[in-house]
């Protein structure tokens, strides 16, 4: 069974460059995660989706942040101008369900170091 | 709120010793999960173990053993005669079943097993 797929593994911009990150779950998957993980931190979660439905994006920065979930399958994060501060390793997750109690599958991260 | 405390920011240990990863945690919730996962240098987070809060029973899977005590509220990790492949950064995370539903993370613990 293919794990959580993400792309690019690095990427380098300049501040104020727009940036994608791309995330394919594992099939059959209903829920996923993206999570941002600064450096010597645990992750952090950024958004997370039921099927195509944003169910909590409380935490996202959304005058910069964007993300979506077409089909209820890949979904992408955008950070639009991005900020020194971003330069983190963005991880995607997925899990069966939302039930709080279920194993979360995590891809590689995205290394996003912004200049 | 929910809180994961990892206070050990690193370990370094000879290959063969014993170590122990401690996780105490804090949370309001009855029902809950704790989860370990590892972090080698490729990013990617692997799944370890999961435990609901109401199975308070220690479990052991090979050279890996876990100590979850309700009472002190903790889930400490042990693995037995470490070896250089366990080298990697671990985290304690806790898993709530109602709000969020997201994992919240400790800031995990840098093993380093030397040869």
């Known amino acids: 069974e293919a794990g959580v797929v993400q792309s690019p593994r690095y990427k380098i911009i300049e501040k104020k460059q727009p940036v994608a990150f791309w995330c394919n779950p594992i099939?059959?998957?209903?829920?996923l995660y993206w999570y941002r993980q600064n450096l010597g931190q645990g992750p952090e979660l950024l958004i997370r989706?039921?099927?195509?439905?944003?169910?909590?994006d409380s935490q996202l920065p959304k005058d910069r942040f964007s993300a979506e979930r077409l089909k209820g399958v890949d979904s992408t994060l955008k950070i639009q101008p991005a900020e020194l501060g971003d330069s983190a390793v963005y991880l995607c997750?997925?899990?069966?369900?939302?039930?709080?109690?279920?194993?979360?599958?995590f891809g590689p991260g995205t290394r996003l170091t912004v200049t | 709120a929910q809180k994961v405390t990892q206070a050990q920011t690193e370990i370094s240990v000879v290959e063969k010793e014993d170590v122990t990863l401690d996780c105490v945690y804090e949370?309001?919730?009855?029902?809950?999960?704790l989860f370990w996962y590892k972090q080698p240098p490729s990013g990617e987070l692997v799944f370890l173990i999961r435990?609901?809060?109401?199975?308070?029973q220690n479990e052991i899977s090979g050279r890996y053993s876990w100590n979850f005590q309700k009472s002190t509220s903790s889930f400490n990790f042990t693995i037995t005669a470490s070896q250089v492949v366990d080298s990697a950064v671990y985290f304690c995370?806790?898993?709530?079943?109602?709000?969020?539903?997201?994992?919240?993370f400790g800031s995990g613990t840098r093993l380093q097993v030397q040869p």
């Open positions: 997750a997925s899990s069966l369900r939302s039930a709080g109690g279920d194993e979360q599958y």
């Open positions: 099939s059959g998957h209903n829920t």
């Open positions: 989706y039921e099927n195509e439905e944003a169910v909590d």
């Open positions: 949370t309001r919730d009855t029902t809950y999960y």
């Open positions: 435990r609901n809060s109401f199975d308070e």
């Open positions: 995370a806790l898993g709530a079943v109602t709000g969020r539903r997201a994992l919240t």
